[in-house]
């Protein structure tokens, strides 16, 4: 059974700091895995998705990788901002590779 | 494209009510999802469709719960008979067809039974 699991729960930086969420997944013949931001009160948004081949996935400040071997993803953003606050979620497809299963999320808190 | 839409947006009920839940895939994704989100639990998959078939239903916590998706373009999720337990923010998520698509949120129910 999948279980995915985020560390730390929580977090806070000051503003432009450079930062690293991580994510492990205890079955790694995953086909992708993808990471979500959740505002407060909000819905899910879809940050980046690896594909099992890919090794790492950017867009603007973020950058995600994935090492299936050791079943791990971390999200790193860079130059962080206010903005940026917000709980971000890493999901990993089930054994049946049909849903995603997410982690409980780490909640970032940028300080301006 | 409008997303995802569920309705109610929020739901007040008391104990012993059936609550219903509604969702609006975006047009075009065959699957869909029912998800609830706790602050104990976190998102707990409840149940999968698949061209409007339910394929694994096997995180429906009881049989008070029941998930239909009679067409393409709509789902209902019951609660039936409700209990506080249930209070949660249920989500419903769609995809397009291939597993390496991303999924995509609807704004939420936020369910509060007294």
């Known amino acids: 059974k999948q279980e995915v699991t985020q560390i730390p729960a929580a977090l806070s930086v000051p503003e432009g700091e450079n930062l690293v969420l991580n994510c492990s997944f205890t079955?790694?013949?995953?086909?992708?895995l993808q990471w979500f931001r959740q505002d407060p009160g909000k819905g899910l948004t879809s940050l980046l998705l690896i594909q099992s081949s890919q090794r790492e996935q950017t867009s603007g400040r973020l950058n995600a990788s994935l090492d299936k071997s050791s079943g791990r993803s971390t999200l790193y953003i860079a130059a962080s901002q206010p903005g940026d606050s917000a709980t971000y979620l890493c999901a990993a497809p089930n054994q049946a590779g049909t849903a995603l299963i997410f982690g409980k999320g780490t909640t970032l808190s940028v300080s301006s | 494209d409008a997303g995802v839409i569920q309705s109610p947006r929020h739901e007040v009920t008391e104990m012993g009510q059936e609550v219903t839940l509604r969702c609006k895939p975006i047009?075009?994704?065959?699957?869909l999802f029912w998800y609830r989100q706790t602050m104990m639990r976190g998102l707990e998959l409840l149940i999968y469709?698949?061209?409007?078939?339910?394929?694994?239903d096997s995180g429906m916590p009881e049989d008070r719960f029941s998930a239909k998706m009679p067409n393409a373009s709509f789902s209902t999720l019951k609660i039936q008979p409700s209990e506080p337990r249930d209070s949660a923010v249920y989500f419903c998520?769609?995809?397009?067809?291939?597993?390496?698509?991303?999924?995509?949120f609807g704004s939420g129910t936020q369910l509060s039974v007294l």
């Open positions: 998520a769609s995809r397009a067809g291939h597993a390496n698509e991303k999924l995509f």
């Open positions: 469709f698949n061209n409007n078939v339910p394929i694994d």
């Open positions: 079955d790694s013949a995953i086909y992708n």
């Open positions: 047009s075009g994704h065959n699957s």
